[in-house]
């Protein structure tokens, strides 16, 4: 059975709901810190919540393959939803999903921690639902400047 942890942390009218389906520990402050930057400015005009899912690599694997119809392990997923909740009238952005495995792997390989790893996973996955596309060349230089300058507010070093 998959040991399941939820919790919700906020900031201003920022929530970001996060289920960890994986053990390990994920940067709360900088998990809002994160969001603060990305999608303040959306904020500041209407609470938002963002749902952050962290999961083992055949979840993972099974989410690539029904949703994006890809095979094998990826690090992120996002799928914006742009509803609103009835009950509280916040915006829900959407859900990003990422995968502690590949994060423990991808931080060895360079020598980095596994908590910045998911930060930046979690950033990817937010600046797609904020707008970023990663689907050109060029996109992915901007995308990946849009990162590496939200780490580096964060004291995350990235390579």
Known sequence: MTRMRTSVIRA???EIEITDQARGRLPAAELLRAARIIFGARAG???LTLTLLCVGARRMIALNRRFKRHRGLTD???FESGETDPDTGRLLVGEVIVCRPVAA???RARGLD???????YAVHGWLHLAGHDD??????RRMAAAERRILKKLGYRRD
Do not use: D, H, K, Y
């Not at 689907?135 to 992915?140: E, H, V």
């Open 45 to 47: 005009r209407r609470p």
């Open 114 to 120: 596994e908590a910045g790893e998911l930060l930046l």
């Open 105 to 107: 792997r991808e931080a």
């Open 76 to 78: 992120v997923l996002s």
């Open 12 to 14: 201003g009218r920022i």
């Open 135 to 140: 689907g050109t060349p060029t996109q992915r």
